[in-house]
C-alpha cells in the first residue's frame, strides 16, 4: 500500500519550516486556512500571516502590493476563486506589474465534488498559462511540492501552483531533483507516451503496469510545469513513440493537452488524444467516481493508448 498525502499539507510543512527562516516570506489567505490545512503558521508566524476573509481580488492586490515592496508572497485559497473570480489582479497587478507572489489554488479541478461546477476548476490552466509571465505547475505528489517550493524561493516570478484536495500516493523519493519546467520521464515503452500533470500522473503510471501485462509497454511523463512546458521532452515523446495521450484535471481546452498539440502541431505531427474533463456540466461525485465515469481511471487510461496504439500503427 503507497503512503498517500496531501499537496496542501505538504504546502504548508514546508513553508513554515522556510518562513521561520525569512522573514519577508509571507502567506495570504481567504478565509481558507483550514481548506489550506495550514496548520500553525498563522498561530506561529502572526506577523508574516494575512487574513483578508473572502475577498480572493482584494487578497491577489493586496499581495501584488506586499511584494512591490520586497515581500515574497504566497496567495493560498479555493483555485477556483483565485482563478476565474481574480482573474483581472492576476494578470494586472501580479503578471503585468512582474510582482513576486505565488498563488496557490488549492482544491483544483474537480476536489470539491458534491459542491459541484461553481466549485470545480477546470479552466484555470488555460487562463493563467495565457497570461505572460505567468509560470503554471500541477504538482503531482506531495515530495514534488515541497521540492517546487524550493524552486519558487530562487524565483521573483509570479507563479499558479495549482493543487488538489484529497491525498494522492508519494511517488518521489526526498532525493529527487524536481526542476520548473522539466519533465520527469518514467518508464522507457516506445508504443506510445503518456504525458499527464496533478494527481493523473499516479493513474496513469497504474495504466503502465496494466498495459504491460498485455505487451503493450508506454512511456510516461509527468509534466509537472504546464508553462514553461518542456518541449523538448514532448518532441522526444512524439519522435520515440509516434503517439501522444495527454491525461489531465481540466477542460480539453487550452490545457495541457492544447499545450503538447501546439507543439507537436508544428515540430512534430503525430497523433495526440487530449483526455480530459469534457465540455459539459460535470457530474456531482467524488474524484473516483467522476474519473471513472469519464473513463479517466487506470483502466480508462489503458484503454486510450490501446485505441491511439491501434491508430498509430
Not at 33 to 45: F, I, K, V, W
Not at 84 to 90: G, I
Not at 154 to 171: C, D, F, N, Q, W
Request: proline letters at 4%; charged letters at 25%; glycine letters at 8%.
Amino acid at each position: 500500500m503507497m503512503e498517500t498525502k496531501t499537496c496542501r499539507g505538504a504546502f504548508s510543512e514546508k513553508i513554515l519550516r522556510e518562513a521561520k527562516k525569512d522573514k519577508d516570506i509571507v502567506v495570504v489567505c481567504t478565509d481558507s486556512r483550514g481548506s489550506a490545512s495550514l496548520g500553525d503558521y498563522p498561530q506561529e508566524l502572526p506577523e508574516q500571516f494575512v487574513e483578508m476573509g473572502i475577498a480572493e481580488q482584494n487578497a491577489i492586490t493586496v499581495s501584488a502590493g506586499m511584494a512591490s515592496m520586497g515581500k515574497k508572497v504566497y496567495a493560498i485559497g479555493p483555485a477556483s476563486f483565485y482563478s476565474m473570480r481574480s482573474a483581472e489582479q492576476v494578470k494586472v497587478d501580479v503578471a503585468y506589474s512582474h510582482n513576486n507572489v505565488k498563488i496557490i489554488g488549492i482544491s483544483g479541478g474537480i476536489s470539491y465534488g458534491a459542491l459541484g461546477a461553481t466549485h470545480h476548476s477546470l479552466q484555470d490552466i488555460a487562463l493563467m498559462r495565457a497570461i505572460p509571465g505567468m509560470i503554471v505547475e500541477i504538482p503531482s505528489d506531495a515530495v514534488q511540492m515541497e521540492k517546487l517550493v524550493e524552486e519558487f524561493l530562487k524565483t521573483e516570478e509570479p507563479a499558479y501552483i495549482r493543487v488538489g484536495r484529497g491525498g494522492v500516493p508519494v511517488l518521489y523519493g526526498e532525493d529527487t531533483q524536481i526542476k520548473i519546467g522539466q519533465a520527469v520521464r518514467w518508464h522507457e515503452g516506445r508504443d506510445a507516451a503518456v504525458i499527464a500533470c496533478g494527481q493523473m500522473v499516479w493513474r496513469a503510471l497504474q495504466a503502465a503496469n496494466l498495459l504491460k501485462e498485455e505487451g503493450i509497454q508506454i512511456r510516461v511523463y509527468d509534466m509537472h510545469t504546464i508553462k514553461p512546458l518542456d518541449e523538448k521532452a514532448v518532441l522526444e515523446a512524439a519522435e520515440s513513440c509516434g503517439c501522444i495521450l495527454t491525461v489531465e484535471e481540466h477542460s480539453p481546452y487550452g490545457g495541457l493537452g492544447g499545450a503538447v498539440a501546439e507543439i507537436t502541431a508544428e515540430k512534430c505531427p503525430v497523433p495526440v488524444h487530449i483526455l480530459a474533463i469534457p465540455d459539459e456540466d460535470v457530474p456531482n461525485g467524488t474524484d473516483d467516481e467522476v474519473f471513472s465515469y469519464y473513463h479517466m481511471n487506470a483502466e480508462g487510461i489503458a484503454e486510450h493508448v490501446k485505441e491511439l496504439v491501434k491508430e498509430k500503427k
